[in-house]
């Protein structure tokens, strides 16, 4: 299904892993210290991005002087401890599975690359990938194309022979500013 691309590049919380209910608990738990809401709706359409921006964007939603660092901070804090035990792979891995060892895999995710590699490695998924690229191994964030393309630079693959897995608009614009095909994973029933 994949055999025009050279390179397969994955979004991994919500594409590869199931760990959107954790990271919404973990908001919850956060912002309810403060006496804010979790607007689910504010922040699905930013799913992708860093957390220090999520932070950023529902602090000033509230109209809140908080840090928005100090805040992703605590939040990266609380879903650390809560993902080991509730996180699962989501169907998609059978993609990663079947091209293993046939074509150069990288994830470009909007957590940070440690998180990434701690996730990966507890599920017994690190080692199907060439790369991982994190938030905080770029400059600029999905819908910004530097995440994929430093993927494809670390895989040797040129990004119009890359295909990109993602479950968040952000991904796919990053995506196609890349050059990039993609799959929204959305539309797989």
């Given at each position: 299904?994949?055999?025009?691309?050279?390179?397969?590049?994955?979004?991994?919380?919500?594409?590869?892993?199931?760990?959107?209910?954790?990271?919404?608990?973990?908001?919850?738990?956060?912002?309810?210290?403060?006496?804010?809401?979790?607007?689910?709706?504010?922040?699905?359409?930013?799913?992708?991005?860093?957390?220090?921006?999520?932070?950023?964007?529902?602090?000033?939603?509230?109209?809140?002087?908080?840090?928005?660092?100090?805040?992703?901070?605590?939040?990266?804090?609380?879903?650390?401890?809560?993902?080991?035990?509730?996180?699962?792979?989501?169907?998609?891995?059978?993609?990663?599975?079947?091209?293993?060892?046939?074509?150069?895999?990288?994830?470009?995710?909007?957590?940070?690359?440690?998180?990434?590699?701690?996730?990966?490695?507890?599920?017994?998924l690190l080692?199907y990938?060439?790369?991982?690229?994190?938030?905080?191994?770029?400059?600029?964030?999905?819908?910004?194309?530097?995440?994929?393309?430093?993927?494809?630079?670390?895989?040797?693959?040129?990004?119009?022979?890359?295909?990109?897995?993602?479950?968040a608009?952000?991904?796919?614009?990053?995506?196609?500013a890349?050059?990039?095909?993609?799959?929204?994973?959305?539309?797989?029933?």
């Amino acid at each position: 299904m994949y055999d025009d691309y050279d390179g397969l590049i994955f979004d991994m919380d919500g594409t590869l892993l199931d760990t959107e209910p954790t990271h919404r608990k973990a908001w919850h738990q956060v912002l309810n210290k403060y006496g804010m809401q979790f607007d689910e709706s504010l922040v699905v359409g930013l799913n992708g991005s860093p957390t220090w921006f999520i932070a950023g964007t529902i602090l000033a939603a509230h109209q809140s002087s908080l840090d928005p660092y100090q805040l992703a901070e605590e939040k990266t804090a609380a879903v650390s401890a809560m993902l080991l035990d509730h996180v699962r792979p989501l169907p998609l891995i059978s993609v990663v599975k079947q091209a293993y060892g046939k074509k150069p895999m990288a994830v470009g995710t909007g957590s940070e690359h440690h998180m990434a590699e701690m996730l990966l490695e507890h599920l017994g998924l690190l080692h199907y990938f060439d790369a991982i690229v994190g938030a905080d191994d770029v400059k600029a964030y999905k819908p910004h194309p530097e995440t994929f393309l430093r993927c494809a630079e670390l895989i040797g693959v040129a990004p119009e022979k890359c295909v990109v897995f993602e479950d968040a608009d952000f991904g796919i614009q990053a995506a196609q500013a890349a050059n990039m095909a993609f799959v929204d994973v959305r539309l797989i029933p």
